[in-house]
């Protein structure tokens, strides 16, 4: 019988109770900082941290490397889907399999995958909602054997291009006043207070909402949808128009459009480049406190 997901999120109940199931791919999306001699930090694969613990039947994928165009200038850069979709089937993920994405942070590197997936137009997977560190925290079975899926025979491709976006697309929305921009990082960097990308602030007119600020301190599951919208409204986040979220580097911004998903907005876009694109550019606007 056939896993369907018909949700974003999946409990830690209901993944351990699922945990043996032949359709299910569980996957670690876990990025590590790594801080630089200049200053700045950079994100390295968690394949130590994974080998010493990690969820039972689970792999790990490097987002950094593997399902990141290596042809690109920038890191993190989502790779053509086509590309994606033959990594994933390579790993198990296809026609007839059920992904649960997780981290060990703050659900932002397993939404990016997730939202990655739903770009190719694979809709059958989710998040664990309060990943490994409430996975830890209830005391679940880890293990630290490798697991090895299957290839898949296909996993086809639906590309939906309108939810992964460029540049162009977030220069239109400014001058056409299309969409909404939402600054995904914390509230020090929307200020300018904080200058990690080159170029302090955000981009002119955006909302902010720290991807953080959605979870519950206690357990790192994301809030109720009710009030997850609640804190969008006070932000000044309309529910009615298209939402273009961004960060440094398209992973933040994964976790709120996965958050805006749970509230039922349909129309969510991540800017893939996000600042470490835009301020690279003197001539692109930026705006401070």
Same mark, same amino acid.
Not at 207 to 215: A, R
Not at 247 to 256: L, T, V
């Given at each position: 019988?056939?896993?369907?997901?018909?949700?974003?999120?999946?409990?830690?109940?209901?993944?351990?109770?699922?945990?043996?199931?032949?359709?299910?791919?569980?996957?670690?999306?876990?990025m590590?900082?790594q801080?630089?001699?200049?200053?700045?930090?950079?994100?390295?694969a968690?394949?130590?941290?994974?080998?010493?613990?990690?969820?039972?039947?689970?792999?790990?994928?490097?987002?950094?490397?593997?399902?990141?165009?290596?042809?690109?200038?920038?890191?993190?850069?989502?790779?053509?889907?086509?590309?994606?979709?033959?990594?994933?089937?390579l790993?198990?993920?296809?026609?007839?399999?059920?992904?649960?994405?997780?981290?060990?942070?703050?659900?932002?590197?397993a939404?990016?995958?997730?939202?990655? /997936?739903?770009?190719? $137009?694979? #809709? @059958?997977? =989710? &998040?664990?909602? +309060?990943?490994?560190?409430? !996975?830890? *925290?209830?005391?679940?079975?880890?293990?630290?054997?490798?697991?090895?899926?299957?290839?898949?025979?296909?996993?086809?491709?639906?590309?939906?291009s309108?939810?992964?976006?460029?540049?162009?697309?977030?220069?239109?929305?400014?001058?056409?006043?299309?969409?909404?921009?939402?600054?995904?990082?914390?509230?020090?960097?929307?200020?300018?207070?904080?200058?990690?990308?080159?170029?302090?602030?955000?981009?002119?007119?955006?909302?902010?909402?720290?991807?953080?600020?959605l979870?519950?301190?206690?357990?790192?599951?994301?809030?109720?949808?009710?009030?997850?919208?609640?804190?969008?409204?006070?932000?000044?986040?309309?529910?009615?128009?298209?939402?273009?979220?961004?960060?440094?580097?398209?992973?933040?911004?994964?976790?709120?459009?996965?958050? /805006?998903?749970?509230? $039922?907005? #349909? @129309?969510? =876009? &991540?800017?893939? +480049?996000?600042?470490?694109? !835009?301020? *690279?550019?003197?001539?692109?606007?930026?705006?401070?406190d």
């Amino acid at each position: 019988m056939a896993l369907t997901l018909d949700t974003p999120l999946v409990s830690t109940q209901w993944l351990e109770e699922h945990l043996d199931d032949p359709a299910l791919r569980i996957i670690d999306c876990s990025m590590v900082m790594q801080p630089n001699d200049d200053g700045t930090f950079g994100f390295v694969a968690a394949t130590e941290v994974f080998s010493e613990g990690h969820i039972c039947n689970s792999i790990y994928v490097d987002l950094g490397g593997e399902l990141s165009d290596q042809n690109h200038e920038m890191s993190l850069m989502m790779p053509s889907p086509e590309v994606l979709a033959e990594t994933l089937r390579l790993k198990g993920i296809g026609e007839g399999t059920a992904v649960v994405c997780y981290d060990r942070s703050n659900h932002a590197w397993a939404s990016r995958v997730w939202w990655m /997936l739903k770009t190719c $137009g694979f #809709d @059958n997977a =989710a &998040v664990l909602n +309060g990943g490994y560190k409430k !996975w830890l *925290a209830e005391s679940r079975a880890i293990s630290t054997e490798m697991t090895e899926y299957p290839e898949a025979d296909s996993l086809p491709v639906k590309p939906r291009s309108q939810q992964m976006v460029d540049k162009e697309r977030v220069l239109s929305a400014l001058e056409k006043d299309d969409a909404q921009l939402l600054h995904s990082l914390p509230l020090p960097m929307f200020t300018g207070e904080v200058n990690a990308y080159g170029r302090p602030g955000r981009i002119p007119g955006s909302k902010h909402m720290y991807c953080e600020n959605l979870l519950n301190a206690q357990d790192n599951t994301f809030i109720d949808h009710h009030e997850i919208l609640s804190k969008y409204e006070a932000a000044g986040v309309s529910k009615d128009q298209p939402i273009i979220a961004y960060c440094g580097g398209g992973i933040a911004a994964s976790a709120n459009a996965l958050a /805006l998903t749970l509230t $039922g907005h #349909d @129309n969510v =876009a &991540v800017y893939d +480049g996000s600042l470490s694109e !835009w301020c *690279a550019d003197p001539n692109l606007p930026m705006e401070v406190d």
